[in-house]
C-alpha cells in the first residue's frame, strides 16, 4: 500500500475534531473544539451551530500542525454515527464537501468503533474486552466471529450522562477545562459515607436511570453531603460497570482489557477495572484522555483501516445513520490468534 | 471437590450430613467497596433460592434448598441425580428428542406464565432425573418480570443455547419448545414472544456469543 494520509472528522456530539494520520499510524494532528452550553446538557441544534462556526478554523490548524497540504490527504474519513443527527450532519457535510474538492475517497467510519481502533493502537493492545464509557455511550464488546460483538450495554442512559446530570442538578457548571465528571470524581475522593443506591445489572446489561433518579431525590432531602452522594454514585455505577466487563472477560477469556471513553479519565474506575483484570490476569489499558474522549485521530486511523479494506462509500450514499450500532459493522483488518 | 468456576460464584460437589450437596459459593469482589460487595452479595444469595421456591410455586422441579449463609454468601441445595439435556439429546431417537422439548417449552411456559425469567436458559441447566423429570437448575441470573421483552430474551437465549450446542436438530427442538410453551402460554401470548424475540435477533443485541 502506498503511503498516505487521512483526514478524520468527529462531530457526533458536543466536540468537533479534526485528525490526521499517516497510513502507517503517524498522528500529525488532533484538533478539537468544544461546544460547553451556557446551561443545561447538550442542545444538538446549539451544538451543531457551534461546529459550523469553527469547522473551517479547526480544520486549518490540523493542516498547519500537521505541515502538510490538503492536496496530500489521501482518504477523507467522518464520523458517521452513532450521534447527535445535527452534529453529525455538519461533520458530514464538511467531509463531502473536502472529498469532492480533493476528489479523494470517503470513508463513513461507526464512531464507536473507532473508539476501540484507537484505543488498541495507542494501548498496542490486541485482542481486547472493551469497556466504552462515555455521555453517549455505555459499552462492553469483544471481538467474535468478523465483529465486535456487544456484550452487555446501557439499557437507558450512558453512565456518563448519569454522572454529568445529577453534577447539573448538583449545581455545578463545566469548564473546558474541567468537565463535570472531573468535578464529581474530585468531589467523591472527599467522600466517605456509602449512600445506599439501587445497583441495576440484568444479565449482562446495566440501568442508570434509576441510580440517577435516586441519587437526585437523596440530594434534595440534604441529608448528606454532596462529597459522600458523588462518592456512593461512583462506587455503585463503577462497579456495575466492572461487574459486567468482568462477566464479559469470564467469558471470553481475552487477555486484555480496554478502558476508553471521557469516562475512562476516572482514577477510580481505572483501580476497581485494574484489581478485575489483575484477578484474571489480564492486562489492563487505559487510553490516554487524548484518544479517550472524542477526537478527530480516531476517526482518520479507523478511515485508514476501513480504506485499506475498500470500505468507502460514494457520497450519494453518506447520510449520516444516527443509531448505527457498533455490531452491525464487519472489521476484516482484525484477526485473532485463535483464527 | 470444585466442579465449575464462573465470574459469580463457585460451584462444589460435597458430601452434607448424609447427603450428596451442590455447595454454591459467590466470591467475594475486591474491587468493590467491601460495604457494597456485601450488601449485592447478600441480596443475590437471597434472591437465587426465592426465585427457586416460586419456580416450585409454578410447577417447575428445581433442587431442594437446605441451608442459606448469608455471611459467606453460599447456598446448600439438593445434588440432582441424573443427566444433563445437554449431553442425552444427542442419543435419543426424533421422536423422544421432540416429545423431551416439547416438555422443556411448558415448563419455560409455566415459568414465564408465573413471571420468572430464568436469564440462562441452556440445555447444561436442565436435568433430567432417573423418574423422567426434568429439573431446571442455576437460578443466578433469574429475574421477577411479567414484560415480553424479558420473556423474549430468555426465548432467545433458549434458541441460541441449541443452535450453538445441538445445531444438527436444533430447529426441531425449538419448534417442539414452542409448542410446549404455547401450550402453557396461550397462542397469542406465545405468538407475541415469539414476535418480540425476532425482533430482539435482528437489533443484533444478543448476537455476542457464537
Known amino acids: ?339 | 471437590m470444585l466442579i465449575k468456576k464462573g465470574a459469580e460464584a463457585s460451584i462444589y460437589l460435597e458430601e452434607w450430613c448424609g447427603r450428596k450437596v451442590i455447595f454454591k459459593r459467590r466470591h467475594p469482589k475486591k474491587h468493590r467497596m467491601p460495604e457494597l460487595d456485601r450488601e449485592i452479595q447478600i441480596q443475590r444469595t437471597k434472591h437465587e433460592p426465592q426465585m427457586i421456591h416460586r419456580a416450585k410455586e409454578a410447577g417447575v422441579p428445581t433442587p431442594i434448598i437446605y441451608t442459606v449463609d448469608l455471611e459467606e454468601a453460599s447456598i446448600i441445595m439438593e445434588f440432582v441425580e441424573g443427566k444433563q439435556i445437554k449431553q442425552i439429546l444427542a442419543e435419543l431417537s426424533s421422536e423422544e428428542r421432540i416429545s423431551l422439548c416439547y416438555q422443556i417449552g411448558k415448563i419455560i411456559g409455566r415459568l414465564h406464565k408465573n413471571g420468572i425469567i430464568h436469564g440462562d436458559l441452556t440445555t447444561s441447566n436442565m436435568i433430567l432425573t432417573p423418574y423422567g423429570n426434568i429439573v431446571l437448575i442455576d437460578f443466578g441470573l433469574s429475574e421477577q418480570s411479567m414484560e415480553v421483552e424479558a420473556r423474549g430474551v430468555d426465548l432467545h437465549l433458549m434458541k441460541r443455547a441449541l443452535a450453538s450446542t445441538h445445531y444438527e436438530y436444533s430447529d426441531e427442538c425449538f419448534k417442539a419448545i414452542i409448542k410446549g410453551y404455547g401450550e402453557i402460554m396461550g397462542v397469542e401470548a406465545a405468538k407475541a414472544v415469539l414476535n418480540k424475540m425476532m425482533e430482539i435477533e435482528k437489533r443484533g443485541r444478543y448476537v455476542s456469543e457464537r
Not at chain 1, 497510513?23 to 443545561?40: H, K, M, Q, T, W
Not at chain 1, 480533493?102 to 464507536?112: Q, R, S, T
Not at chain 1, 474486552?129 to 465486535?148: D, P, Q, W
Not at chain 1, 468537565?179 to 445489572?201: D, I, N, Q
Open chain 1, 1 to 339: 500500500m502506498q503511503e498516505g494520509y487521512c483526514l478524520g472528522i468527529e462531530s457526533s456530539a458536543d466536540d468537533f475534531g479534526v485528525g490526521i494520520i499517516s497510513f502507517s499510524g503517524e498522528v500529525l494532528a488532533n484538533v478539537n473544539d468544544v461546544y460547553i452550553p451556557e446551561r443545561g446538557g447538550i442542545h444538538p441544534r446549539e451544538a451543531s451551530r457551534h461546529h459550523a462556526m469553527i469547522a473551517s478554523k479547526v480544520i486549518s490548524e490540523a493542516f498547519s500542525r500537521a505541515g502538510i497540504k490538503p492536496k496530500e490527504i489521501g482518504v477523507v474519513a467522518f464520523s458517521q454515527g452513532p450521534g447527535l443527527g445535527p452534529c453529525l450532519r455538519v461533520g458530514a457535510t464538511v467531509a463531502r464537501a473536502l472529498s469532492s474538492f480533493l476528489n479523494k475517497p470517503l470513508v463513513g467510519v461507526n464512531h464507536c468503533l473507532a473508539h476501540i481502533e484507537i484505543g488498541k493502537m495507542v494501548s498496542k493492545a490486541i485482542d481486547p474486552v472493551t469497556l466504552y464509557v462515555s455521555g453517549g455511550n455505555t459499552i462492553v464488546a469483544a471481538f467474535e466471529a468478523k465483529r465486535y460483538r456487544v456484550f452487555g450495554e446501557t439499557l437507558d442512559i450512558a453512565v456518563g450522562n448519569c454522572l454529568d446530570v445529577f453534577a447539573r442538578e448538583a449545581g455545578l457548571k463545566p469548564l473546558s477545562s474541567k468537565p463535570l465528571g472531573a468535578m464529581v470524581e474530585e468531589l467523591a475522593s472527599r467522600g466517605k459515607v456509602l449512600v445506599r443506591l439501587p445497583y441495576t445489572v440484568k444479565g449482562m446489561d446495566m440501568s442508570f436511570s434509576g441510580l440517577l433518579t435516586a441519587a437526585v431525590n437523596i440530594m434534595r432531602e440534604g441529608k448528606y453531603s454532596l462529597e459522600d452522594l458523588c462518592f456512593s454514585l461512583q462506587e455503585v455505577a463503577f462497579s456495575m460497570l466492572t461487574e459486567v466487563t468482568e462477566r464479559a472477560l469470564a467469558h471470553t477469556e481475552k487477555p486484555e482489557v480496554l478502558l476508553t471513553g471521557g469516562v475512562a479519565a476516572n482514577k477510580r474506575l481505572q483501580t476497581m477495572l485494574k484489581i478485575m483484570s489483575d484477578e484474571h490476569g489480564a492486562r489492563f489499558c487505559v487510553v490516554p484522555r487524548e484518544y479517550a474522549t472524542d477526537n478527530g485521530a480516531m476517526i482518520a486511523w479507523t478511515g485508514v483501516l476501513c480504506y485499506k479494506f475498500g470500505m468507502t462509500i460514494p457520497i450519494e450514499r453518506s447520510f449520516v445513520k444516527m443509531r448505527w450500532r457498533l455490531d452491525e459493522v464487519e472489521v476484516p483488518w482484525v484477526r485473532t490468534p485463535n483464527m
